[in-house]
């Protein structure tokens, strides 16, 4: 099928994102909207539109408004997803040659930031659980080590950056990790880029957001976690640690000089979505009905896996021998499309629209999946071997300056990558450039190789 036709049909149940399911649950005024003349709609910064960076007009009133309603001191919105907004975010943080202390289950666009900013990654492990494969939450108590193991590398830290809730949903309690890292007279930015519906607070026992935590910077992918359109996005500011001039200028460094203005409306009306009452009640319902579906489903026996995301359902897989990406392709034959693929889990993401058939067709493709894979035992992951903080043995404008080699991933040892092995989604890095690759290392990577058989390769380049 060629493109135009996949855009126009739809005849799958869409548990991926963006999370407005195929235009079902976009904002009204964006559905108005998109009802006009094709294409009446499409305009770049003019006079009385403005732009992100532009003083006057009708963004700059949006964002002031947003801001306000969210009670922080600034927002800009992004027409180039979560991705461009970090990157801005963190080159408005650090200077080149100053260090960023990130997990290592950070998103990939953080790592690029560091390549083109001249930043330095150091990169701390997180818990990992081995039942399922996944990068787990931290508490206080291991961030406390980190810092501690972080001063033996003398380097010039600049901001740190979280990732909360994760892909899968699972929330740490960031307030306790942003005092700490106040405590140490740093900043700290949030990658809430699932997380932007934890703005409504619709119900005390889901997590907040950063915002309420005093984060510096976080970063709403509001395609991810709010109904806007795909590469909507916002960065939210507050307090005095970073300098908006700082962001300001890291986000003319990397915004299109024509911003669509479509995109930028639909960054205020997902906002809007998700502080007036209407769209938190819309909110409410839906997280009401993915409750008695995710019931319905453990009922059932369905093998899920508990998530801070009410919205999100994890398959556990695994559990039963099964890849999740092996199982993917079975519900995407009987037309039930996931978001995560990953090898111990399937992710499914419900969004903002209603799914109320689903979960007998879940139940029976599920029961299919199982009767023709036969009884068997559940796999366990082997924790990466990630040391507890980790710098690029080379920094990284060297590497990527560097002549290489394809080399097979087993005669690697001792190499130095010039590349990043990252399956995508979830976008996380196995391996950044400039890194070393250990006997350990090669080790996990060919294991890993096995798990995401079309996503990891035989081969690395590395520096000659
Ligand atoms: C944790 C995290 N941060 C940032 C991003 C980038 O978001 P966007 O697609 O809006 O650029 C992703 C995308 O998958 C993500 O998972």
């Given at each position: 099928?060629?493109?135009?036709?996949?855009?126009?049909?739809?005849r799958?149940?869409?548990?991926?994102?963006?999370?407005h399911?195929?235009?079902?649950?976009?904002?009204?005024k964006?559905?108005?909207?998109l009802?006009?003349?094709?294409?009446?709609?499409?305009?770049p910064?003019?006079?009385?539109i403005?732009?992100?960076?532009?003083?006057?007009?009708a963004?700059a009133?949006?964002?002031?408004?947003?801001?306000?309603?969210?009670?922080?001191?600034r927002?800009?919105?992004?027409?180039?997803g979560?991705?461009?907004?970090?990157?801005?975010a963190?080159?408005?943080?650090?200077?080149?040659?100053?260090?960023v202390?990130?997990?290592?289950n950070?998103h990939?666009?953080?790592?690029?930031?560091c390549?083109?900013?001249?930043?330095?990654?150091?990169?701390?492990?997180?818990?990992?659980?081995?039942?399922r494969?996944h990068?787990?939450?931290?508490?206080?108590?291991?961030?406390?080590?980190?810092?501690?193991?972080?001063?033996?590398?003398?380097?010039d830290?600049?901001?740190?950056?979280?990732?909360?809730p994760?892909?899968?949903?699972?929330?740490?309690?960031?307030?306790s990790?942003?005092?700490?890292?106040?405590?140490?007279?740093?900043?700290?930015?949030?990658?809430?880029?699932?997380?932007?519906q934890?703005?409504?607070?619709?119900?005390?026992?889901?997590?907040?957001?950063?915002?309420?935590?005093?984060?510096?910077?976080?970063?709403?992918?509001?395609?991810?976690?709010?109904?806007?359109?795909?590469?909507?996005?916002?960065?939210?500011?507050?307090?005095?640690?970073?300098?908006?001039?700082n962001?300001?200028?890291?986000?003319?460094?990397?915004q299109?000089?024509?911003?669509?203005?479509?995109?930028?409306?639909?960054?205020?009306?997902?906002?809007?979505?998700?502080?007036?009452?209407?769209?938190?009640?819309k909110?409410k319902?839906?997280?009401e009905?993915?409750?008695?579906l995710k019931?319905?489903?453990?009922?059932?026996?369905?093998?899920?896996?508990?998530t801070?995301?009410?919205?999100?359902i994890?398959?556990h897989t695994?559990?039963?021998?099964?890849?999740?990406?092996?199982?993917?392709k079975?519900?995407?034959?009987?037309?039930i499309?996931g978001?995560?693929?990953?090898?111990?889990?399937?992710?499914?993401?419900?969004g903002?629209?209603?799914?109320?058939?689903?979960?007998?067709?879940?139940?029976?493709?599920?029961?299919?999946?199982?009767?023709?894979?036969?009884?068997?035992?559940?796999?366990f992951f082997?924790?990466p071997?990630?040391?507890?903080v980790?710098r690029?043995?080379?920094?990284f404008?060297?590497?990527w300056?560097?002549?290489?080699?394809?080399?097979?991933?087993q005669?690697?040892?001792?190499r130095?990558?010039?590349?990043?092995?990252c399956?995508?989604?979830?976008?996380?890095?196995?391996?950044i450039?400039?890194?070393?690759l250990?006997?350990?290392?090669?080790e996990?990577?060919?294991?890993?190789?096995?798990f995401?058989?079309?996503q990891i390769?035989?081969?690395?380049?590395v520096?000659?």
């Open positions: 099928m060629g493109l135009f036709d996949l855009l126009s049909a739809n799958s149940e869409n548990l991926f994102l963006p999370a399911g195929r235009g079902n649950a976009l904002p009204k964006i559905k108005n909207l009802k006009l003349r094709p294409g009446i709609w499409d305009l910064e003019l006079f009385e403005g732009g992100p960076l532009i003083r006057e007009g963004i009133e949006s964002q002031k408004s947003s801001a306000y309603e969210v009670g922080v001191d927002c800009w919105y992004g027409v180039n979560a991705t461009g907004l970090l990157q801005s963190l080159l408005a943080l650090a200077r080149p040659g100053q260090a202390l990130m997990p290592r950070i990939k666009s953080c790592i690029h930031a390549l083109f900013g001249g930043l330095v990654p150091l990169l701390f492990d997180v818990p990992y659980l081995s039942d494969g990068a787990s939450v931290f508490d206080k108590k291991w961030l406390q080590s980190v810092f501690k193991k972080v001063k033996e590398f003398e380097e830290i600049a901001a740190v950056v979280l990732v909360n994760t892909y899968q949903g699972y929330s740490a309690d960031i307030e990790l942003i005092k700490e890292i106040h405590s140490h007279c740093l900043p700290v930015l949030v990658d809430e880029a699932h997380g932007a934890l703005i409504s607070q619709v119900s005390p026992d889901l997590p907040k957001s950063a915002i309420s935590f005093g984060a510096d910077l976080v970063v709403h992918s509001l395609h991810k976690s709010a109904p806007g359109l795909v590469q909507s996005a916002v960065l939210w500011s507050q307090g005095d640690k970073v300098d908006p001039f962001i300001e200028r890291s986000i003319e460094l990397l299109t000089s024509s911003p669509s203005s479509l995109l930028l409306a639909s960054c205020e009306s997902s906002i809007k979505e998700l502080i007036e009452s209407k769209g938190i009640k909110l319902s839906r997280i009905e993915a409750k008695l019931d319905f489903l453990i009922n059932k026996k369905v093998p899920l896996l508990k801070s995301d009410p919205l999100r994890i398959l695994s559990k039963f021998g099964l890849s999740g990406i092996e199982v993917d079975r519900f995407i034959k009987k037309r499309i978001e995560l693929a990953e090898p111990g889990t399937l992710t499914f993401c419900l903002l629209s209603s799914h109320k058939r689903l979960g007998k067709r879940f139940v029976r493709t599920w029961n299919e999946i199982l009767t023709s894979s036969g009884e068997q035992k559940a796999c082997k924790r071997p990630f040391s507890i980790t690029p043995l080379k920094p404008t060297y590497s300056g560097s002549n290489f080699e394809k080399v097979k991933l005669d690697a040892i001792g130095i990558s010039v590349e990043m092995v399956p995508y989604p979830p976008g996380i890095p196995l391996l450039p400039g890194e070393i250990d006997e350990a290392r090669v996990w990577l060919i294991e890993q190789k096995c995401w058989p079309e390769s035989d081969f690395v380049r520096i000659c």
